[in-house]
């Protein structure tokens, strides 16, 4: 069973033991089933300063609704149902709504008006793999999951860590906010969330002996989506 913690010096939400098993196995075939999928980070966006993320991401990663050029097919297609279970079972699951409208920094409780529309991101670490400091405020190019429009967001980042192997070490998740700085040490199955506008950091994997792809640390992140009224009235206070 889950259990919800906020920190007082920043709009952190950590949720430990968040997933059951059969939702973890589901998760891993998604896993499996693209594992050809995954590569380097692209952020060629008409932001130039996404280019300049190219070097900070060492892992391996995908995007949902997923945009394949060379077979041209439908992208609203490409979205493996586990993943929207995902979304509209677990990370919108009442136990989370119920604590975000009572959240004690108010960025959190305009979550449940806003519905789970956004993109999903996945990262996989191999061994020395790491992401150095970032925000998450740029869009990739493509589709949100439910295919709405533009004048959309990403506001939040979930961020689900999940690793196989008991051979990991580092892999632990840094943030920045009002020149403090926090770390959350690597634990299986947990989800931190926050406004994307919050630095972070992925600390270098390290696994102390050989591991299967399967075994490798994975980031699963779903970039909620909400309204620019919603983002200028409710995120101006963190300097969006
Ligand atoms: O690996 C992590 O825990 C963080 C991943 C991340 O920040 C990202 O992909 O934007
Ligand atoms: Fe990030």
């Not at 993320?53 to 892992?59: N, P, T």
């Not at 806003?114 to 191999?126: A, E, L, N, T, W």
């Not at 630095?199 to 994975?218: C, D, L, M």
Request: hydrophobic letters at 35%; a negative charge.
């Amino acid at each position: 069973m889950f259990t919800i913690k906020e920190f007082e010096d920043f709009p952190i939400i950590l949720v430990n033991d968040f997933l059951p098993d059969n939702m973890i196995d589901n998760l891993y075939v998604v896993l499996k089933e693209y594992e050809e999928k995954f590569n380097i980070p692209n952020w060629n966006s008409k932001d130039k300063s996404n280019s300049k993320k190219m070097s900070l991401c060492m892992g391996k990663d995908i995007w949902f609704p997923f945009i394949c050029k060379e077979e041209n097919e439908n992208i609203t297609h490409k979205v493996p149902s586990a993943i929207y279970d995902f979304i509209e079972n677990y990370l919108f699951h009442q136990g989370l709504i119920e604590f975000f409208k009572y959240s004690s920094h108010d960025i959190f409780r305009v979550i449940p008006s806003q519905g789970p529309d956004g993109r999903f991101h996945i990262v996989s670490y191999g061994n020395g793999d790491y992401y150095n400091w970032h925000k998450d405020t740029s869009l990739a190019e493509g589709a949100l999951l439910y295919g709405s429009s533009p004048s959309r967001n990403i506001l939040f980042t979930f961020n689900l860590t999940l690793c196989k192997s008991n051979n990991l070490s580092g892999g632990d998740t840094l943030f920045m906010h009002n020149n403090k700085s926090l770390k959350i040490p690597f634990t299986n199955n947990s989800l931190v969330i926050f406004p994307t506008i919050i630095n972070h950091a992925a600390t270098k994997i390290v696994f102390k002996k050989e591991e299967s792809w399967e075994n490798n640390r994975f980031s699963l992140q779903f970039w909620m989506a909400g309204t620019q009224n919603f983002c200028t009235e409710n995120i101006k206070e963190l300097r969006w």
